[in-house]
């Protein structure tokens, strides 16, 4: 079994401030019309895997399509922290680059496809 780690992140303003507990097997791409627009590379998380720690309210949320998945951003630097996925409503995708000191070599990536998803 992998050892968790705690991670904090934020947006770029740092208004928006959260933690997060993984254990890293795998980090992911989606090609859905979104995320391949923000090119984020995001590690998947339980929801009680992660707190938000400041700035709730400077979160804004994006949805589209079926409005199932919750894309937030901040509303002062635009930056996109993490969403709500929409196949697996409790788990978040995290924008691993928004992690403090994270480093994704050697982690094995998993391209999803979300562009066929209806």
């Known amino acids: 079994m992998s050892k968790l780690h705690t991670f904090h992140g ?3 303003c740092e208004a928006v401030t959260f933690e997060i507990d993984t254990d890293l097997h795998e980090l992911t791409t989606c ?3 979104i995320c391949i627009r923000k090119n984020a590379l995001m590690v998947k998380v339980h929801e009680n895997a992660m707190r938000i720690l ?3 309210e400077q979160l804004t949320t994006y949805q589209f399509h079926t409005n199932t998945a919750e894309h937030y951003f901040c509303k002062i630097c635009g930056i996109y922290p993490f969403h709500r996925k929409r196949v697996t409503p409790d788990y978040y995708g995290v924008n691993v680059f928004c992690l403090e000191g994270f480093d994704p070599t ?3 990536v998993r391209a999803t496809i979300g562009k066929g998803m209806s």
């Open 31 to 33: 090609d859905c019309s």
């Open 54 to 56: 400041s700035g709730a």
């Open 106 to 108: 050697d982690i094995p």
């Open 10 to 12: 934020s947006c770029h």
